[in-house]
Each structure stands twice: as C-alpha cells, then as structure tokens.
C-alpha cells in the first residue's frame, strides 16, 4: 500500500486498540495501521520492542505517522525509531497530538493518498501550540 | 578512581556489581517511585540489569564500545518504561563515544557526551529532578580527576538534592509541586549505578 502507515502507541493495550477500531470505522482499511500498548509484562506501559514490530507492521515506502499518549510512550516511540536507523527512520514520525483525534485525522489524511509531512501536519493541528 | 585505563577492569565485574545493587535497592527505588512516580521503577531496573547480568559473557567478549552499546541496546529493550530508553541511551551514547582502551580523559569526555545524549532523549535538563541531576555532577568531578570515594559522595548528594525540587519532566511532573519532598527514583539509581561502578574500578585499581 502506498498511502502512510499509522501506529497508536498507548500505555494501555485496550487504548490503543480501540483507537485502531475507531480509525477502521471511520477511515477503513486504505492506510495501514498497526497498535501496540503494553509493557510486554502485562502491566500499563510501553515497549521499544512492540512499537518497532507495529512500525514494521503499518510500514510503507511513503512513511509511518506514530500517534502516543503519555510521555513514556513518546520517549519509546522515538527510541524505536533510532533503533530501527536509516534509511528507514528518516520517514518515521512521533506526532505531538491527542491520540484518539491524532490517529483518526492522520488515518483520514492518509488514505486521500497524503505525503507524511501532510499526515503529520493534519496530527498537529489538534495540539494547543 | 585511578586514572588506568578501563580495559582493566573485568566488564562481567562491573556488570555483577551494577546488578547486584540494583537488585539490593529495588524494593527502596520502587517506594521513592511510588510516591511521584507509577511505581514501577525498582521492578524495571532489576528486570533489565538482571538481563544484562544474564547476558555478561556475551558482553564481555566485545571490545568495549560495542560491549557498552549492547548493554545500552539490552536495557532499553528490557527496563521498559521512560527508564529503559534513558538508561539505555547512557550505555549506547556511552559505547559510541568511548575508546577502546580510555584513559580518565576519554571515559570524562565520552560520559558528557553520553549525557548530552540522555538529555536530548528525555528532553530535560539539570535542575528538573532527574537522573541528570546526578550525572551532571558527577561528570564534574570526572573532569576534576575527584578519587572514587570524592565521585560517589557527589552522587549521593547529587540524589539527596533532589528530594527539594519540583519535578518538570515525567510522570512526576504531573503532580506538580507535590512532587517537591520526595527523592528522584531516578537520580537515586543513577546514584547507586555510580556508586557500583566507583566501588569495582576503585578495587582494581
């Protein structure tokens, strides 16, 4: 698929499941998307090694817009994307916006065929600046 | 701390020693984050330290900025939390600024640089009750060729100085100036890591 990717990184698996299902309503199945939440020990957190497979997983050649909630989630997810290095990393993008409306509004954009830098822009929007 | 070269020191020395006090202290690091924190600290930070212990041969059987990037590389992927990517990134940032065998200078030069790093990952700064509130000082007294007791003590002041702060950055920070009165989890691991590591180089030296 070549519209971006999405990614929902909660600290709550249920967060960013249901977040994915609101984007698969509302959006459908043009952008790929993937969630992940957890701390990989069945407690509330997040996990480098998760977010790489969901960033993995939505990739696309035209980029991956990673959608979080609280700071640790951000953190990993900018953690995930240095691991994962160049020249992938380059068109990965930790987006500063609430998650539920950041996801379904990056996931709408996306599927219009948007670049990342739309995607991530459409996510921004949403952030008091 | 004397000023030989690191390569004398075992690496599976100092890992068992940074093990071994985060494993003796986790139940304390876990109260001090139950108060400003999500609680999880203690258990975190044994977790990955004790992945990184099982793991020591395969350390140090690497030169040491390879050894130090896969331990960094070990942490972030089992500490989990905000701690992992930070203590994670200090050992990576650590290994890719160091020498293979670093004299004082190069381990002084390579640890600010690796505390450069942590702060770009956490986005903070000194003076926001964190791990680099002790990292700061003791990167001081690195340059200013402190012995091993002189670098500890800092530390453990460093950490002690935390408890009057306000927190900025982190779950912490959400409380606000209810933050203020309690010790850093953080700082307070970092403080016992140096310690450790002080304490295993001091023995060789």
């Known amino acids: ?129 | 701390m004397s000023a030989e070269t690191m390569n004398k020191v075992e690496l599976k020395a100092l890992i068992s020693a940074t093990a071994d006090t985060i494993a003796a202290h986790a139940d304390e690091l876990t109260t001090l984050d139950q108060a400003i924190g999500d609680g999880d600290h203690g258990l975190n930070m044994k977790r990955g330290f004790e992945a990184v212990r099982a793991d020591a041969d395969s350390f140090a059987a690497k030169p040491l900025p390879d050894a130090l990037k896969a331990i960094g590389t070990k942490l972030v992927m089992t500490v989990g939390g905000a701690s992992g990517p930070l203590f994670g990134t200090l050992f990576m940032a650590l290994g890719k600024e160091i020498s293979t065998e670093p004299d004082r200078a190069d381990l002084a030069t390579a640890f600010g640089k690796a505390i450069e790093a942590v702060a770009a990952r956490g986005k903070s700064q000194v003076g926001q009750k964190t791990m680099l509130d002790v990292l700061q000082p003791v990167h001081e007294a690195l340059l200013q060729d402190r012995t091993g007791p002189e670098i500890t003590d800092a530390a453990d002041r460093a950490a002690e100085a935390t408890v009057p702060m306000k927190a900025l950055r982190g779950r912490a920070s959400f409380l606000g100036d209810r933050s203020i009165g309690h010790m850093d989890a953080g700082a307070r691991s970092t403080a016992l890591l140096v310690r450790a590591v002080a304490e295993t180089i001091e023995g060789y030296a």
């Open chain 1, 1 to 129: 698929m070549s519209n971006v990717g999405i990614v929902i990184v909660s600290h709550s698996p249920l967060v960013a499941e249901g977040t994915a299902d609101m984007v698969r309503q509302m959006v459908g199945d043009e952008v790929p998307l993937a969630w992940c939440g957890g701390n990989g020990h069945g407690g509330l957190g997040t996990n480098v090694e998760a977010i790489m497979g969901a960033i993995d997983k939505a990739w696309s050649e035209a980029g991956v817009a990673i959608l979080v909630d609280l700071g640790g989630a951000e953190t990993n997810s900018e953690m995930a994307v240095e691991m994962i290095g160049e020249p992938r990393a380059q068109k990965i993008i930790v987006c500063n916006a609430p998650i539920v409306e950041g996801a379904v509004m990056a996931a709408t954009e996306a599927s219009g065929g948007a670049s990342l830098r739309e995607v991530v822009a459409t996510a921004h929007e949403l952030s008091p600046s």
